[in-house]
T-cell receptor, first 116, second 115 residues
Framework: DGGITQSPKYLFRKEGQNVTLSCEQNLNHDAMYWYRQDPGQGLRLIYYSQIVNDFQKGDIAEGYSVSREKKESFPLTVTSAQKNPTAFYLC???????????????FGDGTRLSIL | GNSVTQMEGPVTLSEEAFLTINCTYTATGYPSLFWYVQYPGEGLQLLLKATKADDKGSNKGFEATYRKETTSFHLEKGSVQVSDSAVYFCALSDGSGGSNYKLTFGKGTLLTVNP
Protein backbone atom coordinates (compact mmCIF):
# COMPACT_ATOMS: atom_id res chain seq x y z
CA ASP A 1 0.00 0.00 0.00
CA GLY A 2 1.16 3.51 -0.75
CA GLY A 3 1.65 5.87 2.12
CA ILE A 4 3.91 7.94 4.31
CA THR A 5 6.19 6.37 6.91
CA GLN A 6 7.54 8.37 9.80
CA SER A 7 10.14 7.00 12.16
CA PRO A 8 10.71 6.63 14.98
CA LYS A 9 7.29 6.86 16.60
CA TYR A 10 8.84 8.12 19.86
CA LEU A 11 12.14 9.99 20.19
CA PHE A 12 13.98 11.44 23.14
CA ARG A 13 16.53 14.24 22.95
CA LYS A 14 19.14 15.28 25.44
CA GLU A 15 20.06 18.92 25.97
CA GLY A 16 22.40 20.22 23.25
CA GLN A 17 21.75 17.29 20.95
CA ASN A 18 20.54 17.34 17.35
CA VAL A 19 18.03 14.69 16.34
CA THR A 20 16.69 13.72 12.92
CA LEU A 21 13.15 12.60 12.17
CA SER A 22 12.63 10.42 9.13
CA CYS A 23 9.83 10.79 6.57
CA GLU A 24 9.53 8.52 3.54
CA GLN A 25 6.69 8.38 1.00
CA ASN A 26 5.97 5.98 -1.85
CA LEU A 27 3.07 7.96 -3.30
CA ASN A 28 5.25 9.58 -5.98
CA HIS A 29 4.27 13.01 -4.63
CA ASP A 30 6.36 16.04 -5.53
CA ALA A 31 5.54 18.18 -2.49
CA MET A 32 6.35 17.32 1.11
CA TYR A 33 5.74 19.16 4.39
CA TRP A 34 6.69 19.16 8.06
CA TYR A 35 4.30 20.35 10.75
CA ARG A 36 4.57 20.75 14.47
CA GLN A 37 1.52 20.05 16.63
CA ASP A 38 1.17 21.35 20.17
CA PRO A 39 -1.93 20.90 22.33
CA GLY A 40 -4.60 23.46 21.52
CA GLN A 41 -2.58 25.11 18.74
CA GLY A 42 -3.41 23.05 15.72
CA LEU A 43 -0.73 22.46 13.10
CA ARG A 44 2.08 24.90 12.37
CA LEU A 45 4.17 24.62 9.22
CA ILE A 46 7.93 24.20 9.75
CA TYR A 47 9.31 23.58 6.24
CA TYR A 48 7.99 22.48 2.90
CA SER A 49 9.46 21.27 -0.36
CA GLN A 50 7.82 21.45 -3.75
CA ILE A 51 10.51 19.57 -5.64
CA VAL A 52 13.76 17.70 -5.11
CA ASN A 53 16.70 19.88 -4.01
CA ASP A 54 14.42 22.79 -3.13
CA PHE A 55 12.64 23.72 0.10
CA GLN A 56 11.18 26.79 1.80
CA LYS A 57 10.74 27.94 5.37
CA GLY A 58 7.33 27.77 6.88
CA ASP A 59 5.98 29.76 9.80
CA ILE A 60 8.23 28.35 12.53
CA ALA A 61 11.48 27.27 10.84
CA GLU A 62 13.91 28.58 13.49
CA GLY A 63 15.83 25.75 15.15
CA TYR A 64 14.99 23.25 12.40
CA SER A 65 16.66 22.14 9.17
CA VAL A 66 15.65 19.89 6.29
CA SER A 67 17.02 18.32 3.13
CA ARG A 68 15.36 16.99 -0.01
CA GLU A 69 17.91 14.90 -1.89
CA LYS A 70 15.38 12.32 -3.07
CA LYS A 71 11.76 12.64 -4.10
CA GLU A 72 10.60 10.08 -1.57
CA SER A 73 12.49 11.39 1.45
CA PHE A 74 12.27 14.62 3.49
CA PRO A 75 14.10 14.30 6.83
CA LEU A 76 13.74 16.95 9.53
CA THR A 77 16.57 17.79 11.95
CA VAL A 78 15.68 19.39 15.24
CA THR A 79 18.78 21.27 16.27
CA SER A 80 19.98 22.31 19.71
CA ALA A 81 18.90 25.85 18.78
CA GLN A 82 15.28 24.77 19.12
CA LYS A 83 14.70 25.51 22.78
CA ASN A 84 11.28 23.95 23.12
CA PRO A 85 11.27 20.91 20.87
CA THR A 86 8.81 18.77 22.80
CA ALA A 87 5.90 18.26 20.39
CA PHE A 88 4.23 15.90 17.96
CA TYR A 89 5.75 16.19 14.46
CA LEU A 90 3.79 15.33 11.36
CA CYS A 91 5.04 14.83 7.83
CA UNK A 92 2.76 15.18 4.82
CA UNK A 93 2.92 14.94 1.06
CA UNK A 94 0.79 16.15 -1.79
CA UNK A 95 0.33 15.35 -5.45
CA UNK A 96 1.06 17.93 -8.10
CA UNK A 97 -1.42 16.37 -10.50
CA UNK A 98 -4.42 18.29 -11.78
CA UNK A 99 -5.38 21.59 -10.20
CA UNK A 100 -2.89 21.80 -7.40
CA UNK A 101 -5.07 23.54 -4.84
CA UNK A 102 -7.62 20.73 -5.05
CA UNK A 103 -5.20 18.08 -3.93
CA UNK A 104 -5.32 17.09 -0.26
CA UNK A 105 -2.25 16.46 1.82
CA UNK A 106 -1.61 12.91 3.02
CA PHE A 107 -0.14 12.51 6.49
CA GLY A 108 2.12 10.08 8.27
CA ASP A 109 1.40 8.81 11.79
CA GLY A 110 3.78 11.26 13.43
CA THR A 111 6.81 11.26 15.71
CA ARG A 112 6.52 12.34 19.33
CA LEU A 113 9.69 14.09 20.49
CA SER A 114 10.44 14.60 24.17
CA ILE A 115 13.30 16.15 26.12
CA LEU A 116 15.17 14.02 28.63
CA GLY B 1 -3.66 36.39 4.75
CA ASN B 2 -5.63 33.17 4.88
CA SER B 3 -7.23 31.99 8.08
CA VAL B 4 -9.59 29.29 9.34
CA THR B 5 -11.72 29.61 12.47
CA GLN B 6 -13.31 26.57 14.07
CA MET B 7 -15.69 26.37 16.97
CA GLU B 8 -13.79 25.76 20.15
CA GLY B 9 -14.18 22.46 21.87
CA PRO B 10 -14.34 20.18 23.47
CA VAL B 11 -17.67 18.95 22.17
CA THR B 12 -19.29 16.11 24.12
CA LEU B 13 -22.28 14.24 22.72
CA SER B 14 -24.22 11.09 23.42
CA GLU B 15 -24.28 8.33 20.84
CA GLU B 16 -26.78 8.93 18.02
CA ALA B 17 -26.85 12.69 18.63
CA PHE B 18 -26.58 15.22 15.79
CA LEU B 19 -23.18 16.82 15.26
CA THR B 20 -22.28 20.23 13.90
CA ILE B 21 -18.76 21.67 14.00
CA ASN B 22 -18.63 25.21 12.64
CA CYS B 23 -15.85 26.37 10.36
CA THR B 24 -15.46 29.77 8.71
CA TYR B 25 -12.60 31.04 6.61
CA THR B 26 -10.98 34.06 5.01
CA ALA B 27 -8.98 33.64 1.85
CA THR B 28 -7.87 35.29 -1.34
CA GLY B 29 -8.66 33.62 -4.62
CA TYR B 30 -10.81 30.52 -4.83
CA PRO B 31 -9.90 28.11 -2.05
CA SER B 32 -10.51 24.41 -1.79
CA LEU B 33 -11.80 23.31 1.62
CA PHE B 34 -11.05 20.18 3.60
CA TRP B 35 -12.00 18.41 6.81
CA TYR B 36 -9.41 16.16 8.41
CA VAL B 37 -9.83 13.80 11.39
CA GLN B 38 -7.15 12.80 13.88
CA TYR B 39 -7.60 9.79 16.14
CA PRO B 40 -5.51 9.61 19.34
CA GLY B 41 -1.81 9.10 18.68
CA GLU B 42 -2.21 9.10 14.91
CA GLY B 43 -1.70 11.43 11.98
CA LEU B 44 -4.42 13.29 10.13
CA GLN B 45 -6.75 11.53 7.71
CA LEU B 46 -8.70 13.32 5.01
CA LEU B 47 -12.40 13.08 5.84
CA LEU B 48 -13.93 15.07 2.97
CA LYS B 49 -13.28 17.97 0.64
CA ALA B 50 -15.04 20.51 -1.59
CA THR B 51 -13.33 22.42 -4.35
CA LYS B 52 -15.86 25.06 -5.42
CA ALA B 53 -18.85 26.98 -4.15
CA ASP B 54 -21.98 24.93 -3.39
CA ASP B 55 -20.06 21.65 -3.57
CA LYS B 56 -20.98 19.15 -0.88
CA GLY B 57 -18.29 16.81 0.40
CA SER B 58 -19.38 13.61 2.12
CA ASN B 59 -17.80 10.52 3.64
CA LYS B 60 -18.68 8.00 6.38
CA GLY B 61 -21.94 9.83 7.14
CA PHE B 62 -20.23 13.21 7.50
CA GLU B 63 -21.15 16.10 5.21
CA ALA B 64 -20.03 19.67 4.64
CA THR B 65 -21.20 22.22 2.08
CA TYR B 66 -18.94 24.95 0.66
CA ARG B 67 -20.87 28.21 1.25
CA LYS B 68 -19.11 31.09 -0.44
CA GLU B 69 -21.70 33.68 0.59
CA THR B 70 -21.10 32.95 4.28
CA THR B 71 -17.47 31.77 3.87
CA SER B 72 -18.32 28.63 5.80
CA PHE B 73 -17.75 24.88 5.62
CA HIS B 74 -19.57 23.42 8.62
CA LEU B 75 -19.19 19.71 9.35
CA GLU B 76 -22.35 17.72 10.13
CA LYS B 77 -23.32 14.15 10.95
CA GLY B 78 -26.82 12.98 11.67
CA SER B 79 -26.01 10.27 14.21
CA VAL B 80 -22.59 10.07 15.85
CA GLN B 81 -20.98 6.91 17.18
CA VAL B 82 -18.43 6.35 19.93
CA SER B 83 -15.90 5.56 17.20
CA ASP B 84 -16.25 9.14 15.89
CA SER B 85 -14.44 10.46 18.97
CA ALA B 86 -11.43 12.33 17.59
CA VAL B 87 -10.07 15.78 16.79
CA TYR B 88 -11.48 17.40 13.65
CA PHE B 89 -9.57 20.01 11.63
CA CYS B 90 -10.95 22.35 9.01
CA ALA B 91 -8.42 23.49 6.38
CA LEU B 92 -8.21 25.49 3.19
CA SER B 93 -5.92 25.55 0.19
CA ASP B 94 -5.78 28.82 -1.67
CA GLY B 95 -5.26 28.40 -5.40
CA SER B 96 -3.66 31.79 -5.90
CA GLY B 97 0.04 32.47 -6.41
CA GLY B 98 2.72 31.28 -4.07
CA SER B 99 0.40 29.90 -1.41
CA ASN B 100 -0.69 27.24 -3.85
CA TYR B 101 1.29 24.55 -2.10
CA LYS B 102 0.26 25.15 1.49
CA LEU B 103 -2.75 24.37 3.65
CA THR B 104 -4.06 26.68 6.36
CA PHE B 105 -5.54 24.76 9.32
CA GLY B 106 -7.97 25.65 12.04
CA LYS B 107 -6.97 24.82 15.62
CA GLY B 108 -9.03 21.65 15.75
CA THR B 109 -12.14 20.61 17.66
CA LEU B 110 -12.06 17.68 20.07
CA LEU B 111 -15.20 15.53 19.85
CA THR B 112 -16.05 12.98 22.53
CA VAL B 113 -19.01 10.67 22.03
CA ASN B 114 -20.31 8.82 25.06
CA PRO B 115 -22.25 5.53 24.85
Amino acid sequence: DGGITQSPKYLFRKEGQNVTLSCEQNLNHDAMYWYRQDPGQGLRLIYYSQIVNDFQKGDIAEGYSVSREKKESFPLTVTSAQKNPTAFYLCASRSSGGLYSNQPQHFGDGTRLSIL
Amino acid sequence: GNSVTQMEGPVTLSEEAFLTINCTYTATGYPSLFWYVQYPGEGLQLLLKATKADDKGSNKGFEATYRKETTSFHLEKGSVQVSDSAVYFCALSDGSGGSNYKLTFGKGTLLTVNP
